[in-house]
């Protein structure tokens, strides 16, 4: 408990959030890192989520890879392209890239197949072009799948997992350093920056408050991200659809 609160702390401390160390700039990086990774996937998995999803071409390879590059290690990914792009910020956004890509993809493809088929059906039927019955049909219909999906990617870049069986610091204090550590914090791992410049610090310096103070941090950015996406969700979720949900429940 003492290391929880000294690393809040460490956190309120208005020195701590100055400087080139400091906690406000490396979180603006942490948070810009993670928004470009999903826009970039979100370029490449919305349109071809679509397509596949609309057509059913390639649906029976795109489940399968999705499901290989979600199980791809994040620290093996940023290592592989540290060692083969150097130091900066390509390696970890690139290796976020590759495993957000799924979650956006699968959120598209999965909301346009989700669009009621008498809607569908009855755009086709009123002379609506395929493009058109996408558009103005399937998209509306599927989009709280594709902001789920999004949400589901951008969560990815700003949130940690604790590895299972790992050794306890002084006083009980599981490490920091993660089984699965999202990509905007690994940056810090090939020199980019974000909070993960203090989680590395701290461990090179085995200051395990500025450690847990760069956890609770990324967990407060997690939550409040997921907090974001549920309302987006619910706001692009047709009025009829919320009501047959209250009544399911």
Same mark, same amino acid.
């Given at each position: =408990?003492?290391?929880?609160?000294?690393?809040?702390?460490?956190?309120?401390?208005? +020195?701590?959030?100055?400087?080139?160390?400091?906690?406000?700039? !490396?979180?603006?990086?942490? %948070?810009?890192?993670s928004l470009v990774g999903v826009l970039i996937a979100a370029?490449?998995? %919305?349109?071809?989520?679509?397509?596949?999803?609309?057509?059913?071409?390639?649906?029976?390879?795109?489940?399968?890879?999705?499901? =290989?590059?979600?199980?791809?290690?994040?620290?093996?990914?940023?290592?592989?392209?540290?060692?083969?792009?150097?130091?900066?910020?390509?390696?970890? =956004?690139?290796?976020?890239?590759?495993?957000?890509?799924?979650?956006?993809?699968?959120?598209?493809?999965?909301? %346009?197949?989700?669009?009621?088929?008498? +809607?569908?059906?009855? +755009?086709?039927?009123?002379?609506?072009?395929e493009l058109q019955v996408l558009g103005r049909v399937e998209?509306?219909?599927?989009?709280?799948?594709?902001?789920?999906? %999004?949400?589901?990617?951008?969560?990815?870049?700003?949130?940690?997992?604790?590895?299972?069986?790992?050794? !306890?610091?002084?006083?009980?204090?599981?490490?920091?350093?993660?089984?699965?550590?999202?990509?905007?914090?690994?940056?810090?791992?090939?020199?980019?920056?974000?909070?993960?410049?203090? =989680?590395?610090?701290?461990?090179?310096?085995?200051?395990?408050?500025?450690?847990?103070?760069?956890?609770?941090?990324?967990?407060s950015l997690a939550l409040a991200s997921e907090a974001i996406?549920?309302?987006?969700?619910?706001?692009?979720?047709?009025?009829?659809?919320?009501?047959?949900?209250?009544?399911?429940?």
């Amino acid at each position: =408990m003492r290391f929880v609160l000294a690393a809040l702390a460490y956190i309120a401390d208005p +020195a701590h959030w100055s400087g080139a160390m400091g906690i406000g700039p !490396l979180l603006v990086q942490h %948070v810009l890192y993670s928004l470009v990774g999903v826009l970039i996937a979100a370029l490449i998995g %919305v349109p071809a989520g679509w397509w596949v999803g609309h057509t059913g071409r390639g649906r029976t390879w795109v489940q399968p890879l999705s499901g =290989m590059a979600r199980s791809l290690p994040t620290l093996g990914l940023i290592t592989l392209f540290g060692l083969v792009l150097g130091v900066g910020l390509s390696a970890p =956004m690139i290796a976020f890239v590759i495993l957000a890509l799924p979650s956006v993809l699968a959120g598209a493809m999965s909301g %346009v197949r989700a669009a009621s088929v008498m +809607a569908v059906d009855g +755009a086709r039927a009123s002379g609506m072009s395929e493009l058109q019955v996408l558009g103005r049909v399937e998209i509306p219909l599927g989009a709280p799948l594709l902001v789920g999906g %999004v949400g589901l990617a951008r969560l990815q870049g700003v949130s940690a997992a604790f590895p299972r069986g790992a050794p !306890l610091l002084a006083g009980g204090l599981p490490p920091p350093p993660l089984r699965v550590i999202p990509p905007a914090t690994l940056a810090a791992y090939t020199g980019a920056g974000g909070l993960g410049r203090l =989680m590395f610090l701290g461990l090179k310096t085995q200051d395990y408050v500025m450690m847990l103070a760069s956890a609770l941090l990324v967990i407060s950015l997690a939550l409040a991200s997921e907090a974001i996406f549920a309302l987006i969700q619910w706001g692009v979720t047709p009025p009829g659809a919320r009501q047959h949900r209250k009544e399911s429940a």
